[in-house]
């Protein structure tokens, strides 16, 4: 199976056996969801998937999701309350309702939520269940006036939205900060930021990082319609990139959400960075053994696109069936693949562009097509070679052997990669995985395999792929 999934670690998948399980059946990320522990909750569990990581011997990769801003209205008075169509509620800083109002209050903690509503904005709740509309700016950044769009009941503690509208707030929060440390002192490979708003974000959480002293992957989390505005600055920045629509159904139109994923997706491939598609991807599998026709459908059309990994959230974290949830999502992927590269007939040419390095890449799919090769082994010292090689989509596993662990686990989020640790050795970067398909029982004796790297040679400045070799064991 060339896409991977990503498994959400929660009350129902938390032992060792049910994480071995789930490894074996095409999970190659777990995720850490801090916006329900710390990292000391998490330490036990570090554990374990280095065991695995061991005694499988297959790289695992732990995902920090970092909470972000948490956006929900704080108490509603006489909550759950039935509002009705054309009621009108106010909406404020919490603790600061007017006291001779009659109409129900919603109160929220974050001030910069405020700034800058203007009558005829959208706001929703509940996952957009119940939508408003700003109908009075009874004081300008403190308080308005709602119109209620749709009857239902109002709830305590409901998340809040503001669909199209920018905040100005970063979305690294205090507590993230605080979880992004904890957590690499623990060991975590990748971190996934809530709430993106703009690259800014991005280099903000990097900076982060860099003070750790350590290098990681980061995660964009793309939840608002302004991240997707800036998709390119967010994509230059970032290494791996989640559609995460849950968030984001509330900010667009939900008709508009298919192609806004779609649009993502593609947008990766070609700056070849990992996508995660995310949300309600077998919801029904919390509760039942079996998906929905609809569900199915949806994690085909998601591979369909291009993506490069699926994340399951609440099915492996709180569901009944978690493993089946696992499985299911795998005997989709590989029939949904094979269907993929049957349409795409080869691999993907690049544009007509100066890139030698795509190029390379895109001889090397065409030699292993042609030779009939076992696969395409490369020597990935930053990753860069790999992903530029799955960017191709090519009918061939893509070995990518790094000496590098972090390097080695942030290649578990693309696309038909087979990370592989390296031993960094005196030889040249040919010379090291020529051993390597010597020594290793993954290739028969007389397979042609075609072999990519990145030697420097006197006079380049930069060290990019410059070597393809059909290499026969």
């Not at 507590?175 to 904890?182: A, M, P, R, V, Y």
């Not at 009944?320 to 040419?349: C, F, H, N, S, W």
């Not at 090519?394 to 590098?404: K, S």
């Not at 990519?452 to 393809?468: A, L, R």
Request: overall charge negative; charged content about 25%.
């Amino acid at each position: 199976m060339r896409t991977k999934i990503v498994a959400t670690l929660g009350p129902a998948s938390i032992n060792k056996q049910m994480m071995r399980d789930m490894a074996e059946n095409g999970v190659r990320i777990f995720r850490l969801n801090f916006s329900h522990a710390d990292a000391a909750y998490f330490v036990p569990i570090m554990k374990i998937i280095r065991e695995l990581e061991e005694e499988l011997a297959r790289p695992l990769t732990a995902m920090a999701d970092l909470c972000g801003p948490k956006i929900r209205i704080g108490e509603v008075k006489d909550s759950p309350r039935q509002v009705n169509k054309g009621e009108i509620i106010l909406l404020g800083l919490e603790g600061q309702e007017p006291s001779q109002a009659e109409e129900a209050f919603i109160g929220i903690e974050i001030p910069e939520l405020l700034v800058g509503l203007q009558v005829g904005m959208p706001v929703n709740l509940s996952d957009g269940l119940l939508q408003f509309k700003v109908v009075q700016v009874v004081k300008a950044d403190k308080l308005y006036a709602l119109e209620v769009q749709n009857a239902g009941f109002l709830s305590s503690h409901k998340g809040i939205a503001f669909p199209g509208k920018h905040h100005a707030m970063p979305a690294l929060t205090a507590k993230d900060i605080k979880d992004l440390h904890e957590g690499l002192d623990i060991g975590v490979d990748a971190v996934a930021l809530s709430f993106v708003q703009g690259p800014e974000d991005v280099a903000q959480i990097k900076g982060e990082i860099k003070k750790h002293g350590v290098w990681v992957p980061v995660c964009s989390k793309l939840e608002r319609q302004n991240a997707v505005d800036r998709l390119d600055e967010i994509l230059a920045l970032s290494d791996v990139i989640m559609v995460a629509r849950g968030d984001l159904g509330l900010e667009c139109p939900l008709p508009e959400l298919p192609i806004i994923q779609k649009r993502i997706i593609r947008a990766c491939r070609h700056a070849q960075k990992p996508c995660i598609v995310a949300t309600q991807m077998l919801l029904s599998m919390v509760k039942h053994p079996i998906p929905t026709r609809a569900e199915t459908t949806d994690v085909a059309n998601a591979i369909l696109d291009g993506a490069d990994c699926m994340m399951l959230s609440e099915e492996t974290a709180v569901g009944d069936y978690p493993l089946q949830a696992v499985k299911v999502m795998q005997d989709i992927a590989t029939q949904a693949e094979e269907y993929y590269l049957e349409r795409i007939q080869g691999p993907y040419a690049p544009k007509k562009e100066k890139n030698p390095a795509k190029y390379l890449a895109y001889a090397a799919t065409l030699l292993a097509d042609n030779a009939e090769s076992a696969a395409i082994v490369s020597h990935s010292t930053s990753g860069t070679t790999a992903r530029i090689l799955s960017s191709r989509r090519p009918n061939h596993p893509v070995f990518a052997l790094t000496p590098d662990p972090r390097v080695m686990r942030y290649l578990n989020f693309v696309w038909g990669v087979e990370p592989r640790l390296l031993e960094a050795t005196s030889g040249g970067h040919l010379e090291r995985i020529e051993n390597y398909v010597q020594q290793s029982k993954e290739f028969q004796f007389g397979e042609s395999v075609v072999l990519t790297c990145g030697q420097p040679t006197p006079g380049q400045k930069d060290i990019q792929t410059n070597e393809v070799k059909l290499y026969y064991k």
